[in-house]
Nanobody
Framework: QVQLVESGGGLVQAGGSLRLSCAAS????????MGWFRQAPEKEREFVAA????????YLADSVKGRFTISRDNVKDTVYLQMNSLKPEDTAVYYC?????????????????WGQGTQVTVSS
């Protein structure tokens, strides 16, 4: 079992910044990867960012490139999502996810562990 604990969500004005954190506990694997997804009301879950634990290869959705940065802390088993220049369309529930079979990291179906989600609201 892997447990994911998220923090850092909140309400921010457009153009502002937030930093989301996701701490993982439990069994880990050398092929581990973690990612961020978001889901707005009445919309499907959308890929945001992912990072491979070994090597640190990062992947970002086109909609957030240049604004968001994903990073990892191997000692703390924690992944971060630094969100800058936030827009109202970034408003969503953000979910942290993990997978031990990370040949694909940009689709939700490969992830078998999920956090509880944290609300990010960006006002105009």
């Amino acid at each position: 079992q892997v447990q994911l604990v998220e923090s850092g969500g909140g309400l921010v004005q457009a153009g502002g910044s937030l930093r989301l954190s996701c701490a993982a506990s439990g069994r880990t694997f050398s092929s581990y990867a973690m990612g961020w997804f978001r889901q707005a009301p009445e919309k499907e879950r959308e890929f945001v960012a992912a990072i491979r634990w070994s090597g640190g290869s990062a992947y970002l959705a086109d909609s957030v490139k240049g604004r968001f940065t994903i990073s990892r802390d191997n000692v703390k088993d924690t992944v971060y999502l630094q969100m800058n220049s936030l827009k109202p369309e970034d408003t969503a529930v953000y979910y942290c996810a993990a997978t031990d079979a990370p040949w694909i990291v940009t689709t939700s179906s490969v992830y078998n562990y999920w956090g509880q989600g944290t609300q990010v609201t960006v006002s105009s």
